[in-house]
C-alpha cells in the first residue's frame, strides 16, 4: 500500500488544521493507522493511532484533547484534525499503516510509511 501525508502548513498558535493520509494499492480498512511527527534535530514520536474499524483511537498525552484522528474507509484515507495548536507542533508529520493491527504507539510496528508533510506553528 502507498500512503501520501498532505494538509500541511503554516497556522498561527491557537489554529487548526487538518491532515489527510490517502491510499493507493489496496485497502486501508485492514489496517491500523497511525500518525508520527518529527521536530528538526528530535526524534520520531507516536501522536496517534486509529484501529482499522475506527471504533477505537489512542493519542500521545501532548495531544490528548487538541487532536482526533478519523478514517472514512470507503474512500481510503485516514484524518488528523489538530486543534489548539502550539509552536511546539511544528513537526513534519507523517501516517503510517500496521498490517498486524497491533495498536502500537512505536514506530517499530508500522510497515508503510507516506512521505511527510509539514506542519509550522507560529507563536
Known amino acids: 500500500v502507498q500512503l501520501q501525508a498532505y494538509g500541511g502548513g503554516l497556522v498561527q498558535a491557537g489554529g487548526s488544521l487538518r491532515l489527510s493520509c490517502a491510499a493507493s494499492?489496496?485497502?486501508?480498512?485492514?489496517?491500523?493507522m497511525g500518525w508520527f511527527r518529527q521536530a528538526p534535530g528530535k526524534e520520531r514520536e507516536f501522536v496517534g493511532g486509529?484501529?482499522?474499524?475506527?471504533?477505537?483511537?489512542y493519542y500521545a498525552d501532548s495531544v490528548k484533547g487538541r487532536f482526533t484522528i478519523s478514517r472514512d474507509n470507503t474512500v481510503n484515507t485516514v484524518y488528523l484534525q489538530m486543534n489548539s495548536l502550539k509552536p511546539e507542533d511544528t513537526a513534519v508529520y507523517f501516517c503510517?499503516?500496521?498490517?498486524?493491527?497491533?495498536?502500537?504507539?512505536?514506530?517499530?510496528?508500522?510497515?508503510?510509511w507516506g512521505q511527510g508533510t509539514l506542519v509550522t506553528v507560529s507563536s
Open positions: 503510517a499503516a500496521d498490517s498486524g493491527n497491533r495498536r502500537s504507539s512505536g514506530s517499530y510496528a508500522y510497515d508503510y
Open positions: 494499492g489496496r485497502t486501508l480498512s485492514v489496517y491500523d
Open positions: 486509529i484501529n482499522w474499524s475506527g471504533r477505537a483511537t
